[in-house]
């Protein structure tokens, strides 16, 4: 017998209450159901990675959707040093030029050091960073150790932000720095940052790090699995060290090559291309998809 079997039987439980309004038909669930629209990345080569499907004289057809899915919550997952931050960093310039409020929540880069690395990326971006630099409002959780290890003081601070600045973007770099030296607590405070962006209506990138013993193309990442399991889907960038003739061919690099390798590892809110791509950081700091592995 299950202990909860066990104090229910002992009568430590209340009767079991039907939740009714938890309960909704198809139609009633769907008049609360957001519009997906898509959201472009200002990630050469990312947008055309996601699709929606519709079906047309009775043929099912796949449909380009060109950025990826508003009010998605996606992990950015990889190891140190793989673009994770380079593609938030894009991600919130492209956001702010367009005239789109972005909350990026700064966890293991002071504020200060975060603003120039958006700066230098808007430029290789071919944008004037001062036309739209306060479309980014940075909250400074590496500064302050409040907002670190105190998830309600960043989520009140957030919800501030969000309120005050009409704010429908939200990145965090990294989830993984909120929850240092108390790993286990991982999947709760990813829980409940996912809840958070849920209830507000945001489209969000959290970057998750993995460890250099994790597998390098999963989406497995600090906290386990089951981190990735919480949000909407994940973005997984590796490198990868050419040490054999069988690396060699297989990416149709030469030995002491790195290459750069991408791969969308789930997205609920839409349909997605499911092969590793290699993925190229330009001398300017742009990251970019390219083709399909192996093709
Ligand atoms: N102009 C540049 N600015 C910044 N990083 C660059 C630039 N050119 C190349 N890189 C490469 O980008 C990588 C840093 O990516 P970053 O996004 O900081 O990694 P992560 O956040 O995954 O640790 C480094 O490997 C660095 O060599
Ligand atoms: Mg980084």
């Not at 501030?160 to 704010?167: D, E, L, P, T």
């Not at 699995?225 to 889907?233: E, F, L, Q, S």
Request: with cysteine; glycine share 8%; hydrophobic share 45%.
């Amino acid at each position: 017998m299950v202990s909860d079997e066990k104090e229910y039987r002992a009568g430590s439980y209340p009767e079991p209450e039907i939740v009714e309004e938890a309960i909704l038909v198809g139609s009633k669930a769907l008049e609360k159901a957001p519009k997906i629209y898509p959201v472009p990345t200002g990630i050469e080569g990312l947008d055309e990675l996601f699709f929606t499907v519709e079906v047309e004289d009775g043929k099912v057809i796949k449909k380009p959707l060109g950025g990826i899915p508003a009010y998605s919550v996606f992990n950015i997952t990889g190891v140190s040093d793989t673009g994770k931050s380079l593609m938030v960093e894009q991600f919130a310039v492209k956001q702010a030029s367009e005239g789109k409020s972005v909350a990026f929540i700064t966890v293991e880069s002071p504020a200060n050091f975060v603003v120039t690395a958006l700066k230098l990326r808007a430029a290789a971006m071919g944008f004037d960073f001062s036309k739209f630099e306060d479309n980014i409002i940075l909250i400074d959780a590496a500064s302050h150790s409040k907002l670190r290890e105190n998830i309600p003081d960043l989520l009140a601070t957030l919800a501030f932000v969000i309120k005050n600045y009409g704010v429908k973007f939200t990145v965090i770099d990294s989830v993984t720095g909120l929850f240092e030296a108390r790993e286990m607590m991982a999947r709760t405070v990813v829980r409940r940052l996912f809840n958070f962006m849920k209830k507000w209506y945001q489209t969000a990138l959290f970057v998750s790090q993995k460890r250099s013993g994790h597998e390098e193309l999963t989406a497995e990442a600090a906290g386990g699995y089951a981190v990735g399991h919480i949000v909407d889907g994940s973005m997984v960038l590796a490198k990868e060290l050419i040490d054999s003739s069988y690396k060699a061919k297989q990416y149709g690099a030469k030995i002491g090559d790195v290459v750069r390798l991408f791969r969308v590892d789930g997205c609920r809110l839409s349909g997605h291309d499911i092969r590793t791509h290699f993925m190229e950081i330009t001398d300017t700091g742009l990251v970019r998809i390219l083709g399909p592995v192996g093709e």
